[in-house]
């Protein structure tokens, strides 16, 4: 006996096409947003901190309205003697995927104080809070106040955990190639509880994961991840080398492409909580990425 199948039926049936899946964003490429740039003089809790910002933006270039919404903010730390100027990729492509991003300018002499770097980072993200409410301000209801990161390399990788230590207000905390500091940076990381990402290169000459990044990583209780990028040294993460830098055996843009990616995905998931950053943090497709391996835990 045959079974009278009703014509709309058929015609559902008929028009059921498979769902297309988008595919997960490449944190590794520029965001959407247009950036922009302002020099300011971040004056909070009794510290007065020169820094560049950069920010999403309704048009490119100095000074530039905001774009609409407001922002996380990451204040991110400079390594040891190093121009700030060289890690404007980094911060460019952070405020390209929505994030203001404040870098001091300070501690940039032969003998920095870690502590006092990691109180200029907070004063930082201090004054970019106050910001959001203060009346004719640039970022003036511009600032996501309850999301809060701290970065870095290097010896700014290592104020930044220091910072994040000092401040229940941050949220987040990503490094690159994090170095030991004074205080420690391994010790702070022990009471550390916001989640916390170090980059590492794997070939680094002059802050070695295993004598600087992995003893922080122990140190920190979960939720942490060591993310190691094969091939990469010590200077790749900046956008130039200066005098006494390593080398490693992939190029400097694979290098800097691989670590916007894995920092750009883990502040995309804390700090704006982006659903399609998860899995390229958590997921399988962190697990088998085929340039950084994967340690880490929830």
């Not at 015609?11 to 964003?25: E, G, I, K």
């Not at 290169?201 to 140190?219: N, V």
Request: overall charge positive; charged content about 10%.
């Amino acid at each position: 006996m045959r079974l009278a199948v009703p014509a709309a039926a058929l015609a559902l049936v008929a028009n059921m096409t498979p769902t297309a899946v988008a595919a997960p964003p490449d944190y590794g490429l520029p965001g959407t947003h247009t950036v922009a740039y302002t020099d300011v003089t971040a004056v909070a809790g009794g510290r007065s901190v020169p820094a560049r910002v950069h920010y999403p933006a309704t048009a490119s270039g100095a000074n530039q309205p905001v774009a609409a919404g407001r922002f996380p903010a990451v204040a991110f730390g400079h390594g040891f003697l190093q121009a700030t100027s060289r890690y404007t990729g980094t911060s460019t492509h952070l405020a390209s995927w929505g994030f203001v991003v404040i870098v001091p300018t300070t501690q940039g002499g032969l003998s920095p104080d870690h502590g006092a770097f990691a109180d200029d980072l907070n004063a930082a993200l201090t004054w970019l809070v106050a910001q959001d409410t203060t009346t004719g301000a640039r970022f003036r209801d511009h600032i996501a106040t309850s999301a809060l990161g701290v970065s870095g390399h290097s010896m700014g990788g290592g104020a930044a955990v220091l910072a994040a230590a000092r401040n229940p207000g941050v949220t987040a905390v990503a490094t690159l190639a994090a170095a030991e500091t004074t205080p420690s940076a391994k010790a702070a990381a022990a009471g550390l509880a916001a989640p916390a990402q170090f980059v590492a290169g794997s070939q680094d000459a002059i802050a070695p994961p295993a004598d600087h990044q992995r003893p922080i990583y122990q140190a920190k209780p979960a939720p942490k991840q060591l993310r190691t990028i094969t091939g990469g040294a010590h200077c790749g993460f900046m956008d130039s080398s200066g005098l006494f830098c390593d080398s490693g055996s992939i190029s400097r843009a694979a290098q800097l492409t691989a670590a916007k990616r894995v920092v750009t995905a883990w502040f995309r998931h804390y700090l704006t909580r982006d659903p399609a950053a998860r899995d390229l943090v958590w997921g399988t497709p962190a697990r088998t990425d085929p340039a950084v391996v994967f340690e880490g835990s929830e």
